[in-house]
């Protein structure tokens, strides 16, 4: 049974600080690492994707991959209120169809 | 617009009457998903499907049908719907199954009684 862990929180961060989500999964096979930001009552969304080891940045986010530790996470900066959402991690194995999600952080950030 | 659409939204049932929730999607993805949400439980695979008349199990499909006859409509069908399959559903499609990004329809939210 392929993995993919988050804390559920809630991580609750002041307007204008940094968030970090942290993720990890049990397959070494996974090639591909996606955040998704679901508010609630929606549907999830794309934030950020990741294929290789290290740092992608577009806008306040940040995604992180260390496919030796199996550990990817999201740094999203100055957050702002409309930042509050669960956000998603999911994970795709190379070569295997299927996408696992993790059950998701909950982000409150506080104005 | 490119989207993807989930049709009904809404949904009150009784055990055992056999429903369809329909997915159709403007894009000419590839691969289509369908997923439940559950507290606690994050979002779980049901089904998926690669291309035209190719679907497989994803992690929970007892319970529950696919077809893909037609490469953008991929309907969930649950003969015999029970209490323990009141949820929340996702249809996703992507183009292709390579670690491309999802797109998600806005969810059907199902009660069975």
């Known amino acids: 049974q392929k993995e993919v862990e988050q804390n559920s929180g809630p991580l609750s961060v002041p307007e204008g600080a940094i968030a970090s989500l942290n993720c990890t999964y049990s397959d070494r096979g996974s090639q591909s690492f996606f955040w998704y930001r679901q508010y609630s009552g929606k549907s999830p969304e794309l934030i950020m994707s990741i294929y290789s080891n290290g740092d992608k940045e577009d806008g306040r986010f940040t995604a992180q991959l260390n496919k030796a530790s199996q550990y990817v996470s999201l740094l999203i900066r100055d957050s702002q209120p409309s930042d509050s959402a669960t956000y998603l991690c999911?994970?795709?194995?190379?070569?295997?169809?299927?996408?696992?999600f993790g059950i998701g952080t909950k982000l409150q950030v506080i104005p | 617009e490119a989207q993807v659409t989930q049709n009904p939204r809404y949904l009150i049932t009784v055990t055992g009457k056999k429903l369809t929730v329909t997915c159709s999607q403007n894009?000419?993805?590839?691969?289509m998903s369908w997923y439940r949400q559950d507290p606690g439980l994050g979002l779980r695979q049901i089904y998926y499907?690669?291309?035209?008349?190719?679907?497989d199990k994803g992690d929970v499909p007892e319970g529950y049908k696919v077809s893909r006859k037609e490469k953008r409509n991929f309907p969930l069908i649950l003969e015999s719907p029970s209490p323990n399959q009141t949820s929340l559903y996702f249809c996703?499609?992507?183009?292709?199954?390579?670690?491309?990004?999802?797109?998600f329809g806005p969810g059907t939210r199902l009660t069975v009684t």
């Open positions: 894009m000419n993805h590839e691969y």
């Open positions: 999911a994970v795709n194995s190379g070569g295997y169809q299927k996408v696992t």
């Open positions: 499907s690669m291309n035209v008349e190719v679907t």
């Open positions: 996703a499609s992507s183009l292709s199954n390579l670690g491309d990004e999802q797109y």
